[in-house]
T-cell receptor
Framework: ETGVTQSPTHLIKTRGQQVTLRCSSQ?????VSWYQQALGQGPQFIFQ???????GRGNFPPRFSGLQFPNYSSELNVNALELDDSALYLC?????????????FGPGTRLLVL | EDQVTQSPEALRLQEGESSSLNCSYT??????LFWYRQDPGKGPEFLFT???AGEEKEKERLKATLTKKESFLHITAPKPEDSATYLC????????????FGGGTRVLVKP
């Protein structure tokens, strides 16, 4: 069974640029959630996708957007990068929306904005 | 508003010195409480899910317990390889299955 994978592992961008992060969900999972984790803090929910539709969004501006594909993989896009966007971006996959399903995390993408 | 608070923020232990981490929560209609372990620069690794007060789960030197207002992660006779940040989280069902995380407890076990 393949776990959650993310690419790239590290990324350096400059302020104002755009970035796309990718996530492949664990086999059999149809739900993908994205989190931002600043250094020394717990992960913060960005948004969640279920069967290609957005299902819930955290307190992040519209320049954070996403997609989920028919194979349940997902992308996170961030436009007009700001210095505060520097963080570890985590993708988690799970199965269903009943609530209480375990979310399994990928290794993360470390983004540095200069 | 759903909130999750972890204490202490950091814990330094000698190898073999048992201790407990606390996770307190305020959420309406708990649908599970999750514990994760996170090594520096890596994604959280799933440890346990607890669903109801009184439930306990164990894995090697770790034991998680749950009451109506808090959860404890007990580390028995820790080893240096138990050094990590331990995160607890609860799902916020009103926003899908969003997980609300505590700030984590950084555990350092010295030989």
């Amino acid at each position: 069974e393949t776990g959650v994978t993310q690419s790239p592992t590290h990324l350096i961008k400059t302020r104002g640029q755009q970035v796309t992060l990718r996530c492949s969900s664990q086999s059999g999972h149809n739900t993908v959630s994205w989190y931002q984790q600043a250094l020394g803090q717990g992960p913060q929910f960005i948004f969640q996708y279920y069967r290609e539709e957005e299902n819930g969004r955290g307190n992040f501006p519209p320049r954070f957007s996403g997609l989920q594909f028919p194979n349940y993989s997902s992308e996170l896009n961030v436009n007009a990068l700001e210095l505060d966007d520097s963080a570890l971006y985590l993708c988690a996959s799970s199965s269903g929306l009943a609530g209480g399903e375990t979310q399994y995390f990928g290794p993360g993408t470390r983004l540095l904005v200069l | 508003e759903d909130q999750v608070t972890q204490s202490p923020e950091a814990l330094r232990l000698q190898e073999g010195e048992s201790s407990s981490l606390n996770c307190s929560y305020t959420v309406s209609g708990l649908r599970g409480l999750f514990w994760y372990r996170q090594d520096p620069g890596k994604g959280p690794e799933f440890l346990f899910t607890l669903y109801s007060a009184g439930e306990e789960k164990e894995k090697e030197r770790l034991k998680a317990t749950l009451t109506k207002k808090e959860s404890f992660l007990h580390i028995t006779a820790p080893k240096p390889e138990d050094s990590a940040t331990y995160l607890c989280a609860v799902p916020f069902v009103a926003a899908g299955n969003k997980l609300t995380f505590g700030g984590g407890t950084r555990v350092l076990v010295k030989p």
